[in-house]
């Protein structure tokens, strides 16, 4: 690309950036997810409340997001809280950072980053959420005394992981 | 809606004066100086007076002056070419870590070449670059030292004639002076530099032209072939509107003693009204046009947009706004942490800046800063407290 300097962004990027959907923390979230580093100059948190659609399927009901980071991290923020707002878990996990990037219109080829971004806090928030309640790891789990029992013996090696992983980011 | 202009470090609007005398050498005068005809002797003609203006504005002789295409291609003829011209095996070269890109790609490109060995000075915290560290540098191979009059991002003013005094006569030196010659003393005598670099659209002329000057007798090598042009020092053909426009552009260069003022209203009402905010850069030993700042927790690159949609014009060292994806190598160089950096926004003020236009970016500033807050949260802390 001959122009590499940022002054290229769409009108839907720009949008989304002067106006963000689902901004901000919410309150008693299921699960979050943090994603980014000070150093590259992104970091990004995905809030969600998990709530059951007319199916009966696990859906997510509220999504909100805080951001720190340029004008692709905030649109990429604000467009994945969007496309994953009332969809079902499943449905979300399988959001693509080509959907977020098409959402928008594109990206500058040095921005797509962001978008990845944004995707894995998403990502993040809906395996805290399944890491944290027992009867979700899966859908067709279904949850009975024994299983529930099985959850919680081992929910304390799971936290260990977790905490593992956040170092790594 | 009104847009403000708070940019011209990065460029300023060419004068009008300086547009007047530049046209007729488009349509009318349009000869090429080193033509034998009337047209090419006309050219010739504007190409000199000029040539001998800008002598005037540097203090120098005639025969000093060579015009190029901007400061860029000054800096790395000065880098390139007396590396080039030297005699030693492998000459050695001091200069500045927050030198302009020009200067210190010019420099990384001769290391990698194997031509010469670099030594890259830090600066101070307050971006200053001290004489003693320069006299630390100096090794029995240091063939020229290269330090900036001042810098284009936290426009701190370098002790340029301190270092001309240590260096006398005996190792090259040279001064980008690109950010220096609206504001401060050109005087290459009174500097003490072998050569001094500078470029027009910096000083309301136009983009596209620039010159070296070159102290008589310095050792250094033509880096660009292929026609007789400048003393057989610089070939190509001579961009006559430009270099006219330059040297009006050097006419017009006055003392503004506004623009101290109004940076200063500036600075004070952002660091006071503006929570966690702070000056990056000595407030002193500053070009009075100058302010950079950093404001935590906030992203440059979106700072720098939302003012933008308020019709302010501004720039950031923040890595979100250019293609390296790293902060501000002067930032980073004078302390600041990465996302310290991110943070930063420049504001360069310009002859036409007003108070009412400063009182009016602060209140925006404000407003864009506190919008950005709301959208980060608290997550930089809580990133710190996990790590």
Known sequence: ?169 | MKRMYLDHAATTPVDKRVLRAMLPYFTNKYGNPMSLHSFGREARKAVEEARSKAAGFFNCSVEEIFFTSGATESNNWVIKGVVKASQSRKPHIVTSAIEHHCVLEACQGIEKDGLAEVTYLKPDSRGIISVESVKKAIRKNTILVSIMYVNNEIGTLEPIEEIGKLLEEKILFHTDATQAVNYFNCDVKKLGVDFLSMSGHKIYGPKGIGLLYIKKGSLISRVQEGGSQEGEMRAGTHNVPGIVGLAKALDLVKKDKNILQLRNHLISRVLKEVPLSRLNGSLDKRSPNNANFTFNNIEGESLVMLLDKEGIASSTGSACSSRSLEPSHVLSAIGLKPEEAHGSLRLTLGKDTTKKDIDFIVEKIKKAVAKLREISGNVLEEYEQLH
């Open chain 1, 1 to 169: 690309m001959f122009w590499k300097n940022m002054n290229n962004y769409t009108k839907k990027t720009l949008n989304q950036f002067l106006k963000p959907k689902n901004r901000g923390k919410i309150k008693n979230p299921d699960g979050v997810g943090m994603v980014g580093n000070p150093v590259c100059g992104d970091l990004m948190k995905v809030y969600i409340k998990v709530g059951k659609n007319k199916k009966g399927e696990k859906n997510i009901k509220d999504i909100g997001f805080e951001t720190l980071g340029c004008v692709a991290a905030v649109a990429s923020s604000s467009i994945t809280t969007e496309l994953a707002k009332n969809k079902t878990l499943e449905q979300a996990s399988k959001i693509t950072k080509d959907e977020i990037v098409e959402s928008l219109g594109g990206l500058p080829r040095e921005k797509v980053h962001c978008s990845v971004l944004a995707n894995q806090a998403l990502k993040k928030a809906i395996e805290d959420y399944r890491s944290k309640s027992p009867a979700s790891a899966s859908a067709s789990a279904k949850s009975s005394a024994r299983s529930a029992s099985a959850e919680s013996a081992s929910a304390t090696g799971r936290k260990r992981r977790r905490s593992q992983a956040g170092k790594a980011f």
